[in-house]
């Protein structure tokens, strides 16, 4: 009994911190650029046009492809040979 009491004491702990700590309050002081929010429209279907190259960013991260990498083997599980056994 006790045991479930705790385990609902926990939940019920976490659930009145997720109620009160998440809320919409500060949304509207979030700077965001107008038209990503209403963007230009045009065209026989009056869709959205695109007024940002989307391969700008690509080209950023095409120098970063011949950088060196540092890999770590990490322990885990396999560390621990009585972990296994």
């Known amino acids: ?15 009145a911190h997720d109620a009160f700590t998440y ?6 002081r ?3 650029n107008p038209l990503a929010i209403h963007p230009r429209r045009g ?3 009056n869709l959205p046009i695109i007024e940002v ?8 991260k095409q120098g970063m492809k011949n950088k060196p990498r540092l890999v ?3 322990g885990g ?4 040979p009585l972990c296994l056994s």
């Open 43 to 45: 065209g026989k279907k």
């Open 72 to 74: 770590i083997v990490g």
């Open 30 to 32: 979030v700077p965001i």
């Open 1 to 15: 009994m006790s045991a479930v009491l705790g385990v609902g004491l926990v939940v019920g702990v976490i659930l």
């Open 23 to 28: 809320s919409d309050k500060h949304v509207d």
């Open 53 to 60: 190259n989307l391969d700008a960013e690509e080209a950023e």
């Open 77 to 80: 599980w396999g560390v621990c």
